[in-house]
Nanobody, 118 residues
Framework: QVQLVESGGGLVQPGGSLRLSCVAS????????MRWYRQAPGKERELVAS????????NYVDSVKGRFTISRDDAKNTVYLQMNSLKPEDTAVYYC???????????WGQGTQVTVSS
């Protein structure tokens, strides 16, 4: 069965850290561009970070640059999002996305809730 499963979300105080994980099953992540999106209540889904299939290029939305780090471990079929210095505006459901560029095959995870609040 092909699926992406996110974990690591939760409630954290402002300034805290969380590490999200996205584990793939049923297909090899190594061929896929990996991205983390987030969606806050009443807002559109937003691309937060991406990492190429080789892991050589990463990109971030301006609002998380210097605070979030995306990485991948293809041996574990897992992608991570390390989130530091969290702010209340980072509160959202975070989704993992895998996209195979040569044919646009795409998979989504079910999402994990991140809440930043004191």
């Amino acid at each position: 069965q092909v699926q992406l499963v996110e974990s690591g979300g939760g409630l954290v105080q402002p300034g805290g850290s969380l590490r999200l994980s996205c584990v793939a099953s049923g297909f090899p992540l190594i061929l896929y561009l990996m991205r983390w999106y987030r969606q806050a209540p009443g807002k559109e889904r937003e691309l937060v970070a991406s990492i190429t299939s080789t892991g050589g290029i990463t990109n971030y939305v301006d609002s998380v640059k210097g605070r979030f780090t995306i990485s991948r471990d293809d041996a574990k079929n897992t992608v991570y999002l390390q989130m530091n210095s969290l702010k209340p505006e980072d509160t959202a459901v975070y989704y993992c996305n895998a996209r195979r560029m040569y044919d646009n095959t795409e998979y989504w995870g079910q999402g994990t809730q991140v809440t930043v609040s004191s």
